[in-house]
């Protein structure tokens, strides 16, 4: 007990302990039962390890795979070592997507806490600290809603490569964060290591000079460097990532304008991060110009502007994308609880009061700005002094997960299907997160300030004081349960859910492969479908739990698939299974 209240009262170590809880609570609510949660597997799913079985038996990693209308490869091949460790199981496929959820849960702390800190704080400052500083409270609360959230943990256990986009902004956003920091702090023991006495001697508290490449020091360029390298990789990740690169350019943009004595750094900085980008970027570069046909994908045949409509279909999905967090969220069962609006309305109420907050901030910068531009004033470095408020003393704080939250639903806006549609709306997560953290510390700093009146050693403050922190303690406790509650036994167990994951195809692919590889084994395949390698591509679940994708494979496995005009072709006596 001793050692508990230590640890309570020493804020270092009690938010890592915090931050420990939430990545224990990531790590069940995306790890646990993923061998029968979600059911079945979805032909998309399986397309992806069909693919990934190939590359293991051929040793052909591509960097993009053309089928099911085309995947970047980083996620397949990284399935690939999963498969090859643990066999053709569903949930070989699906444990990738688990620790991306599980580590972009960890990187919204990071980013969080590094957005929100004090223009001119210090991490290091923080071991003195007596008690939590706000944006390691924001930053703990953004997190933990990211970790108790159905729609954050439904992908993370699904095997589509979508769930890599928001982990790979987080964290190059992060980084990009991280190097400004260590940038602004280099510039400054560059000014103290000048520091010369009135007659010209060198200061005896002057620092030593620091070793620069480029005019940069070590951490500054690997920080950019890592950043760069990081958000390029997003690239490999989902086709809606390719509209991001607008969140760095906006951020260096006002570095820039705003950093006077760090301009030139800032452009060599810039430079490391888009080349780091680019040599990320290289192989599909080069894939795309030797295959322009694949760049585009499925993007025109879903556009709203090949409606007939366009400016109406847009304005009602951008309606409708809004209203997916309170009103009716995504209604296809695969990737929701069919029309569960997006958010658990207490952190649909801490969504609101941060966006809200994100609006005034964003339209005080721009403001500033134009001000500034104008030759009217300078542009202050903070939005509001007051700590109290949710307003932050950095002007990035809430300005940049705005922007973020408005650059990641175009794509969504732009389409004509399936809307809302919370797998197209994924890059939205970590901004919707980090916005709600922010609105639920400035709610919590409203209701204590309340609590505790105007004299705050009265009895009845106490009491109130008291029944406020039992409520946190409720609402701590429901939003782990809800989530628990929804996915494990509401959205898992319904039958819904099963005919969305293909639970029929699924029986059938294991019950094909518990037959001899003796006796011949006819698939007819009477069901529609993309066309892959011949074959329509819902047997491509039959396929990868029979390890059948390639004529090798069947010829091994005695195994054939035939279409219904093919029928005639099947020998007397032998062992027919119909996907239909």
Known sequence: MATLIQLVQNPKRFATLLLFTIVIIASFMRLYN???????????????????LEALATGQFKVFYPENNGREGFFINLQALSVGMFGNEPWALRSVSAIFGILTVLGIYFLTRELFLPEKGSHAEEIFDTK??????????????????????????????????????????Y????????????KDRQAASSTTLEL??????????????????????????????????GFNSYIAYRIMPLIPLVMFAYWYVVKHDTRRE?????????????????????????NPQDFFGRTSQISVFSTEHPIYELVLNTGKTLGMFYVQGDMNWRHNVAGRAQLFWPAGIMFLIGFLAAIRATASLAIRLIKKALGEQPIGQNVNQNTQSIEQPSPLALVVPFLWFLVAMLPVVISAEGIPHALRAILMIPPVFILAGAGGIWIHERLVAFARGADAESTWSHIKEMILKVFIVILLVLLPTEAYFMYFVRWSKDPNTFGAFAQNYTDLGREIALIPNETPKYILVTTGGTD?????????????????????????????????????????GARIFIIE
């Open 34 to 52: 993923i061998s029968d949660a979600p059911p079945g597997l979805y032909p998309d799913e399986a397309m992806n390890g069909n693919n990934a």
């Open 132 to 173: 939590l500083k706000r944006h390691e409270k924001i930053a703990l609360l953004a997190a933990f809603l990211a970790a108790t959230s159905l729609w954050h943990i439904i992908f993370s256990r699904i095997g589509f490569r979508a769930i890599m986009a928001p982990f790979f902004m987080t964290w190059g956003t």
């Open 175 to 186: 980084f990009l964060l991280v190097m400004t920091r260590t940038l602004s702090a280099f």
């Open 200 to 233: 010209g001697a060198p200061s005896v508290f002057a620092i030593p000079k620091e070793k620069t490449y480029w005019g940069l020091n070590l951490y500054t360029l690997l920080f950019a460097g890592a950043a760069g390298f990081i958000f390029g990789l």
């Open 266 to 290: 800032l452009r060599h900085a810039f430079v490391i991060f888009a080349a780091m980008a680019a040599l990320a970027l290289l192989p599909l570069m080069v894939y795309f110009a030797a």
């Open 532 to 572: 892959v390698r011949g074959i329509p591509m819902p047997a491509q679940t039959v396929m990868y739990l029979t390890d059948s994708f390639t004529s090798e494979k069947r010829k091994e496995k005695n195994i054939y698939y035939v279409l219904p005009e093919q029928e005639t072709d099947i020998p007397p």
